[in-house]
């Protein structure tokens, strides 16, 4: 069968199909889908924390392209290709807040992986795995993904792997409430991604490490970490992560009492992160303006943010979140003097105790004393 003029290497195949420039995902060769594939798997995570619609398009390409036969021949492989069309289509749901369809995406790369021998693939489908099971508030879990996949990377050699694993465990310990183990795996993260120059990683931890701080109180050091993240940030051109120090000094400043820097940080993060098409951390961004409203007693316009806030991360699955913003709303309730304000509490405390959160539930006591 003649084939169609089209991109000739696998990088190029891959940018065509996202770009939607490529003729029809059947005109390239059986013998070169494999190539492509692995391109789309890396364009989509080189896309991640710059463009998320970008890193959504290479993953639905990649599963087009491993739903095609095999062109009247053996297709070897097939299942690689299909294990890869699930691990990016993890990345992609994390993208777009399904972090329970994320986890599920990443089982099944992971156990295709290992049916084919390929331990270093199935081990580096856990890291994301650990960052979705955290933001869904299954922390023990997270930690048990991660204890498993930094013992197959070390086995392996891979200590940059390795460091990725710190990174998530960094993050999920901000989640957590767990600041001084924060603190540590970030500044650990940090230091072993600037070595081998994987930049976005390195500031990824950096941030992590300042949100760390500022939940210590140790807010002079947090804003000189958060400085050299934003200054790296706009030099390498990473957007997701120059919203994320706009969105983390906000909330530096809400701690101190600057609510108006507060307030033009968290709209200007708000802003950022719809342009970017990122809906859970937009969420995050409008939970933490009530947040700032609540401060300044503006009752009525706190409980409308919540209440939009709230309902978007049921939707997406954020119980962390969740409890948080029913510790918030119960706040608000109480001040405006309204029966509901209880019911708010039991149900934060209830999600915090779920996930064994208790800085959470210590929050939750300490409002109801307060009211």
């Known amino acids: 069968m003649v084939r169609s003029a089209g991109p000739q290497s696998a990088a190029d195949w891959a940018r ?3 770009e939607a420039s490529a003729p029809a995902h059947a005109a390239i060769a059986a013998s070169q889908r494999r190539a492509v594939a692995w391109a789309l798997k890396d364009l989509c995570y080189a896309a991640w924390s710059s463009e998320p619609q970008r890193a959504a398009k290479a993953a639905d390409a990649l599963r087009a392209l491993s739903q095609l036969g095999d062109d009247g021949a053996a297709h070897p492989s097939k299942a690689e290709i299909e294990a890869l069309a699930d691990w990016t289509a993890g990345i992609a749901c994390v993208t777009r807040g399904h972090l329970a369809d994320a986890v599920a995406a990443f089982d099944r790369a992971h156990d295709a992986f290992a049916l084919l021998g390929h331990a270093d693939h199935a081990a580096a489908t856990q890291v994301p795995r650990i960052m979705a099971l955290s933001l869904l508030g299954q922390y023990d879990e997270a930690i048990a993904c991660a204890d498993r996949a930094q013992r197959a990377f070390v086995a392996l050699g891979d200590r940059h792997a390795a460091a990725k694993v710190s990174l998530n465990l960094g993050s999920m310990f901000v989640h957590r409430g767990d600041y001084a183990q924060a603190v540590r795996h970030s500044r650990q993260a940090a230091v072993l991604f600037a070595r081998v120059g ?8 950096d941030i992590n490490m300042a949100n760390a701080l500022t939940s210590l109180g140790d807010f002079d050091e947090a804003l000189r970490v958060f400085a050299r993240a ?20 906000a909330f530096l400043r809400l701690a101190r009492g ?8 968290f709209e200007g993060a708000r802003r950022r992160y719809e342009q970017l098409d990122m809906v859970q951390e937009a969420a995050v961004a409008e939970k933490q303006l009530a947040d700032t409203y609540l401060e300044l007693r503006l009752l009525p316009e706190a409980l409308a943010l919540l209440d939009t806030a709230l309902a978007r991360f049921r939707t997406l699955d954020r119980p962390d979140e969740q409890a948080w913003t029913l510790a918030q709303r119960g706040r608000v309730l109480a ?9 708010a509490f039991v149900q934060g405390a209830d999600l915090f105790a779920a996930q064994g959160n208790a800085a959470g539930e210590s929050t939750v006591l300490l409002a109801r004393a307060e009211l």
């Open 335 to 343: 001040l405006l003097g309204r029966t509901e304000a209880a019911e």
């Open 230 to 249: 934003e200054m790296r940030a706009a030099a390498h051109a990473f957007p997701v992560l120059q919203a994320g120090v706009e969105d983390a000094v």
């Open 198 to 205: 994987d930049h976005e990683r390195s500031i990824g931890a």
């Open 258 to 265: 600057q609510y108006g820097e507060a307030l033009a940080g």
């Open 16 to 18: 065509a199909l996202v």
